[in-house]
C-alpha cells in the first residue's frame, strides 16, 4: 500500500518502516539470515526515505557484524547516498551519521579496503569537474570530524567526565557520576606535586602510563618545563591550543596510541579527509570548515594524526586561491591555526620547515598586512626563517629581505646576522644586493626636492611610471594624477615609496584590490582618492578603513555594497566627501 499510494505524504512511507522496527526490537533473535531478508524486503521503502532511529541501529549492528555482506553494497549504498545528498543536519539526526560513518567502514573491510571507499566518494562528487549536490561535502566532513573524535572518546570522556557521544545519542544530557579512568591530575597538576618536581636538583624523567580498551596514553613528566608558563594561572582568558598542547608544569611530552579499531577508523577517515581536499571544487568549503581546527587536543597531540593530517594542509598551501590558503591562518585574533601548528616548533610539524616554507609563500602572495604578518614571523620565527635561508631556501630569503626594507628589526645585531645570513647564500646575496640597489633609489626618489603635482599622460603604464619615479627626487609630491592610464595594481610598490603623497587620482586605470591594500597599509596619510570607474571590490576596499586621513573619497561606478560603505564611513572619522553613484550603496 505504502509503495502504490498516490498520496504525497512522508508518513504514509515512514509507516511501515516504524511497525519493522518496533518488531525488530521485539524479536532479537532472529539470525542474521532473518536480518538480511529484512533488509532486502524494505529496501523499496528507503529509496525515498531515510530509515529512521532505530532502524539505523538495526544497520549500524549488521554493518559491524557482516561487513563484507552483499546487501551492504547492494541496499545501503543507495540509502546512504540519499542520506549524504539530502540531510540538512546531523545534530537532529545522530544516528544517521553513525549508520554512514558505520557504512564507509564496512566498505574499508572489504578486499579493496580503501579503493572501494575512494570509488563511493568519486560517485558522491560526480564525473564533472562541480558537484551537483551542495550538502554532500559538509556531510562527509561531519561523518570524519564524528568518527575521529570517537577514536579518542574514552580519553577525552575521562579527562572532563562529560557525556560520552553513545550516551547523548541514547538521551544522556547531564553529567554522568562515573569516575573518570584516567586521573585528572595528569592534566592538572596539583601545587604540591609541581614543587616536589621544582626541587630537584638534576632533571628527572618520569613516565605515567594509562590504558584503556580503546587508548593507550603515555605521558612523560619532566621537570625542565618552562616555569614562565606557569606565572598566568592569574589569567582567566583560555589558554590557546599550543599551549595546552605543548606546555605543562607536569605534561612535557604526550604520545597516544589507539587500539586496533580505533586506528583502523582513524587511518579510514583521515583517508577520506585527504580524498575531499583532491577536489579543487570542494577544497573552498573544506578549507572553511576546518579552519577553526574542530579536532580534540588529543588527535592534534596524537603523531600519526598530524602526520596523515599534513597532506590536507600541504594541499591547502598550494592552492592560490585566497579563499582556501587564508583558512591556514586563525579564524580569530588569539587562537591558533594551521600555520601555527605546522610551523617549526608548533606540535605537528615534523619536517625541517618544508611546509612552512610553502605556506609563508602562498600567504605572503596575498596577505595586504604585510607589516603585520613580517612583524609576526620576527617575533615568533625569526629563527626558523633564518635557518631556512641558510640553507638556500629562497622564499626565506626573501622574508628576510623584507624584514630589512620594512624596517620590521630594531636590534643592530639582529639586523647583522640576518645581513649574514643572507650573503652566505647565492639567492641570499643575490636578493639583499638587490634590496640595496631597492634601497639607494629610495633614499634618492625620497629626497627634498622634486614637483609638488605630477600628472602622468594617458596610456601610460607601470614601466612608465617606475622609469619616471627612478629618473630623480620626489619627496615633495604631494598630488599624483594616473587617470585614463594604463596603471594596475603593480604600480602600488612603486607608489607606496612616495613620503609626502596626500591627493592620488586613479580614474578609470586597471587599479585593484591587491594594489588598494598595500596602498591602506603604507600610505596612511593620504587625504584624496579617486578610485572612479576602478576594478576594485569590497574585498579591498574595507582595507581602506586603516587611512584614517581620508576626507574624500570617490567609488563611483565600482563594485562597492551597501554594507561596506556604511562599514567606511563608521571608521572613517575624516570622510567629508563620498562618491558612491552607480554603485549598490547609491
Keep these: 500500500m505504502a509503495l502504490t499510494s498516490p498520496l504525497q505524504d512522508d508518513s504514509i512511507n515512514q509507516a511501515p518502516l516504524e511497525i519493522v522496527s518496533k518488531l525488530l526490537s521485539e524479536n532479537t533473535n532472529l539470525t542474521t539470515q532473518e536480518h538480511e531478508n529484512i533488509i532486502v524486503a524494505i529496501a523499496p521503502l528507503l ?72 570509488k563511493f566518494i568519486q560517485s558522491m562528487h560526480g564525473p564533472t569537474g562541480h558537484c551537483p549536490h551542495p550538502r554532500v561535502l559538509p556531510n562527509l566532513v561531519a561523518v570524519c570530524l564524528a568518527a575521529i573524535y570517537s577514536c579518542y572518546e574514552e580519553f577525552i570522556n575521562s579527562r572532563d567526565n562529560s557525556p560520552s557521544l553513545k550516551e547523548i545519542r541514547n538521551g544522556c544530557q547531564q553529567p554522568c557520576d562515573r569516575k573518570p579512568t584516567l586521573p585528572l591530575r595528569l592534566l592538572h597538576p596539583s601545587p604540591d606535586l609541581v614543587s616536589q618536581e621544582a626541587t630537584l636538583s638534576e632533571p628527572r624523567l618520569k613516565s605515567v602510563v ?51 579499531q580505533a586506528g583502523r577508523t582513524l587511518g579510514c577517515h583521515v583517508e577520506i579527509l585527504k580524498l575531499l581536499s583532491d577536489y579543487d571544487d570542494w577544497r573552498p568549503s573544506l578549507a572553511s570548515l576546518l579552519q577553526p581546527i574542530p579536532f580534540p587536543k588529543e588527535a592534534l597531540a596524537h603523531e600519526k594524526f598530524t602526520k596523515e593530517l599534513k597532506y590536507v594542509i600541504q594541499r591547502f598551501a598550494e592552492d592560490p586561491r585566497q579563499e582556501v590558503h587564508s583558512c591556514l591562518l586563525s579564524v580569530r585574533a588569539g587562537k591558533d591555526g594551521w600555520f601555527q601548528l605546522y610551523s617549526p616548533g608548533g606540535v605537528a610539524c615534523d619536517d ?25 614571523l620576527a617575533e615568533n620565527k625569526l629563527g626558523p626563517c633564518m635557518l631556512l635561508a641558510l640553507r638556500g631556501n629562497q622564499t626565506m630569503a626573501e622574508i628576510l629581505c623584507l624584514m630589512l626594507e620594512y624596517n620590521i628589526i630594531d636590534n643592530n645585531d639582529t639586523q647583522l646576522q640576518i645581513i649574514s645570513t643572507l650573503e652566505s647564500t647565492d ?6 644586493e638587490q634590496l640595496c640597489d631597492r634601497q639607494r633609489e629610495l633614499k634618492e626618489l625620497q629626497r627634498k626636492g622634486g614637483p609638488t603635482r605630477l600628472t602622468l599622460p594617458s596610456k601610460s603604464t607601470d614601466a612608465d611610471l617606475a622609469r619616471l619615479l627612478s629618473s630623480g627626487s620626489f619627496g615633495n609630491l604631494e598630488n599624483l594624477s594616473l587617470a585614463f592610464t594604463n596603471v594596475t595594481s603593480a604600480c602600488a610598490e612603486h607608489l607606496i615609496k612616495l613620503p609626502s603623497l596626500k591627493q592620488l587620482n586613479l580614474w578609470s586605470t586597471q587599479f585593484g584590490d591587491a594594489g ?40 563611483n561606478s565600482t563594485k562597492l555594497s551597501a554594507d561596506t560603505y556604511e562599514d567606511l564611513k563608521a571608521k572613517l572619522p575624516n570622510l567629508k566627501e563620498v562618491d558612491v553613484r552607480y554603485t549598490e550603496a547609491w
Design 47 to 118: 529509496e525515498n526515505n531515510h530509515p529512521p532511529p532505530d532502524l539505523c541501529e538495526f544497520f549500524c549492528k549488521h554493518c559491524r557484524e557482516r561487513p563484507r555482506s552483499m546487501v551492504v553494497i547492494e541496499v545501503f549504498t543507495p540509502v546512504v547516498q540519499r542520506i549524504l545528498k539530502h540531510n540538512m543536519d546531523f545534530g537532529k539526526c545522530p544516528r544517521l551519521r553513525l549508520f554512514t560513518q558505520e557504512y564507509i567502514l564496512a566498505l574499508n573491510e572489504l578486499n579493496a579496503g580503501m579503493e572501494v571507499v575512494k
Design 210 to 260: 594509562v590504558a584503556s580498551s580503546e587508548v593507550h596514553v603515555e605521558v612523560e613528566r619532566t621537570s625542565t618545563a618552562k616555569p614562565a608558563l606557569t606565572a598566568s594561572t592569574g589569567n582567566d582568558s583560555e589558554p590557546n591550543l599550543i599551549d595546552c598542547l605543548m606546555v605543562s608544569p607536569a605534561c612535557g611530552t604526550m604520545s597516544i596510541e589507539l587500539g586496533p
Design 352 to 376: 625541517d620547515g618544508e611546509l612552512f616554507a610553502s605556506m609563508v609563500h602562498i600567504l605572503m602572495g596575498s596577505c595586504y598586512k604585510t607589516k603585520k604578518f613580517l612583524l609576526s
Design 427 to 432: 639567492v641570499g646575496k643575490r636578493m639583499y
Design 516 to 555: 588598494l591594500r598595500l596602498l591602506s597599509e603604507h600610505l596612511t596619510m593620504l587625504q584624496v582618492l579617486n578610485l572612479c570607474e576602478t576594478p576594485v571590490t569590497d574585498a579591498g576596499l574595507l582595507a581602506l578603513s586603516s587611512m584614517k586621513s581620508l576626507c574624500s573619497l570617490n567609488m
